[in-house]
């Protein structure tokens, strides 16, 4: 059996309730932007990246060590997970600029709401579960649980991971 396949069995034993399953359906995505968002906010004007708008910033070398990880996992899965941080990278900037131009809350305030949330929210959905959450045991189960769910997608789409 390959590590991935090992991992994401692991994980699902702890996530077998319907509605802990869309408990993290909703929240992990969440979980998963609002980090990103919080390194988003630390930028590195030195390094502009007029392309995209903004600097290089921490989400970005983050999400770059993150996809490593994933590729040593399933190179499909990763392309997956690249795709999502790209997108949760697009949110952040046009978020940022939303939020400066009408003078509300900055996105780091943004994104710890969302960050808590989500979370009150998955030990509730580990609660009715009756299960601890899969990090509790280790802590690689994090970033297996945005992989988990887009194992979900690949199936349903037909692509091998």
Not at 115 to 123: D, E, H, K, Y
Not at 131 to 160: N, R, T
Request: glycine share 8%; net charge positive.
């Amino acid at each position: 059996m390959r590590k991935i396949d090992a991992l994401l069995a692991e994980y699902g034993e702890s996530h077998q309730n319907p509605t802990n399953k869309l408990i993290h359906w909703v929240c992990v995505p969440l979980i998963f932007w609002s980090v990103t968002a919080f390194l988003w906010s630390v930028q590195f004007p030195s390094v502009p990246l007029k392309s995209v708008g903004t600097s290089l910033n921490l989400a970005m070398i983050a999400l770059g060590l993150v996809l490593l990880y994933y590729v040593r996992l399933s190179f499909s899965l990763a392309l997956g997970m690249l795709l999502f941080g790209a997108l949760c990278l697009g949110v952040c900037l046009g978020l940022h600029q939303f939020l400066l131009s009408h003078r509300l809350l900055p996105l780091p305030l943004v994104a710890l709401g969302v960050f808590v949330v989500a979370w009150i929210f998955q030990f509730i959905g580990h609660k009715i579960e009756g299960k601890k959450p899969s990090f509790l045991k280790d802590l690689q189960f994090l970033l297996i649980g945005p992989a988990w769910l887009m194992h979900f997608i690949f199936k349903k789409l037909g692509i091998p991971y």
